[in-house]
Structure formats: C-alpha cells, structure tokens
C-alpha cells in the first residue's frame, strides 16, 4: 500500500459514497486509476459502511459486557454472541475477561433478556459483567493513516 492508495481509502473512510472524480482529485490521479485501485483494494475493505445514530432505530442502550468462559471455548462463545441481533461487536481479548461485546438494544428490559435469556444459553460463560453506557464521546469506524 503507498500513499495514494492512503489518500484514497481516507477518503472512502469519510464518505464511502465520494465520487471517483473526487477521490481522483484528492489522490491527485485520473478516475479511472481510482476505480482500478479500489477494486485492488476491495481485498482489505471489509465493507462499505454507515454509521447511524442508534437511538433514531429505537437503539437506546448500549452496554460493554465482559465475560470469562471455560477454558478452550472462547472462540466457540465468541462466534455464538456474533450471532445474536443485538450484540453489535465482539472481541476475544488476553487479560481478566476472555470476551469484550458491545450491545445496542431498545431498553433495560431487552438488554435483561438478552444476557438472561440469550447469553446464559449459549454455556461456557462462567461470568458476565454489564457495564451501561451513559454517553458516547468518540465512535470512529475509519483507521487513522
């Protein structure tokens, strides 16, 4: 990667809907240089997304829970929670917890359900600790270059 292809995925980073003629601009080369970069490109962009204000989609709780689990099960728990609606992001991670997940659910009553209910079912989970989000001061989803 040099640093046209930088100058082009910054740009994507900001508004993944930025015309090629503009990316070009910035980038400093023709369009059609542009569309062939980002289709070589495209094998380490894992989407093209957008980040929306969850509490317009009745999102109004977010909650970061960490839970230990039985040994050798982590990536078995983990790839369970990945499927849950409401469960947003997960991580296996190296420390006091084996899995951080970030929830977005509609209230406290959805979010009790999903860890009593939910969470509790998928087994191996020996601890879950519920952290409730009061407010959100950066949320990023681009890569600083």
């Given at each position: 990667m040099d640093e046209t292809d930088k100058k082009i995925l910054e740009v994507l980073q900001k508004n993944s809907r930025t015309p090629y003629r503009d990316i070009a601009r910035h980038a400093k080369i023709s369009d059609v240089a542009v569309h062939k970069r980002i289709k070589k490109l495209s094998k380490t962009i894992k989407a093209f997304t957008v980040l929306v204000d969850q509490r317009e989609y009745e999102k109004n709780i977010t909650a970061i829970v960490a839970m230990t689990c039985d040994a050798g099960r982590t990536q078995e728990i983990a790839r369970e929670l990945g499927k849950l609606e409401d469960?947003?992001?997960?991580?296996?991670?190296?420390?006091?917890?084996?899995?951080?997940?970030?929830?977005?659910?509609?209230?406290?009553?959805?979010?009790?359900?999903?860890?009593?209910?939910?969470?509790?079912?998928?087994?191996?989970?020996?601890?879950?600790?519920?952290?409730?989000?009061?407010?959100?001061?950066k949320e990023k989803v681009n890569l600083v270059m």
């Open positions: 469960v947003t992001e997960v991580y296996t991670t190296l420390g006091e917890h084996d899995i951080i997940a970030k929830i977005r659910t509609k209230d406290l009553d959805s979010l009790k359900n999903l860890v009593e209910r939910d969470m509790i079912r998928i087994g191996g989970i020996n601890e879950i600790r519920t952290s409730i989000v009061f407010d959100c001061i």
